[in-house]
């Protein structure tokens, strides 16, 4: 997994940060009916965590995803042909996301950037996201 977070990411002057040392694997959970995304990162400001994304009961796909620091959200997603959409839109709170990814055509990499929002409207890039297969 690579992240790449723009200067002033982690604070005002806080430099920009490449970080190549994550890591993410993928498991079907006993059953086969979700699957398990688990990652570390070895990077202290950003969060460890594990994702459970499976099919609602209208067939819709959700990933339910919990990290190091006590965040639990619900995402939408998308999964079509190549392309990978996670989206989290509230109604309470002023803090949208959304993640777009590109499955490469040999399936070893997807590249893409998670983005926020305060009003789900005008969305500003949070910082990218590569993941490839090893």
Same mark, same amino acid.
């Given at each position: 997994m690579e992240a790449r977070f723009a200067r002033g990411a982690f604070g005002p002057g806080s430099?920009?940060?490449?970080?190549?040392?994550g890591r993410t694997t993928f498991e079907w959970l006993d059953g086969g009916f979700f699957l398990v995304q688990r990652w570390a990162v070895d990077q202290p400001m950003a969060p460890n965590g594990i994702a459970i994304i499976g099919a609602n009961d209208d067939g819709a796909l959700v990933q339910h995803y919990f990290d %190091?620091?006590?965040?639990?959200?619900?995402? !939408?997603? !998308?999964? #079509?042909?190549? %392309?990978?959409?996670?989206l989290r839109e509230t109604g309470t709170e002023s803090f949208h996301q959304r993640y777009r990814g590109e499955i490469a055509d040999d399936g070893n990499s997807i590249e893409g950037a998670w983005e926020s929002s305060? #009003?789900?409207e005008q969305w500003h890039h949070d910082f990218d996201l590569a993941y490839r297969r090893i």
């Open positions: 430099p920009a940060v490449v970080n190549r040392d %190091s620091r006590g965040v639990a959200r619900r995402y !939408t997603m !998308t999964l #079509d042909g190549r %392309s990978w959409a996670l305060a #009003d789900g």
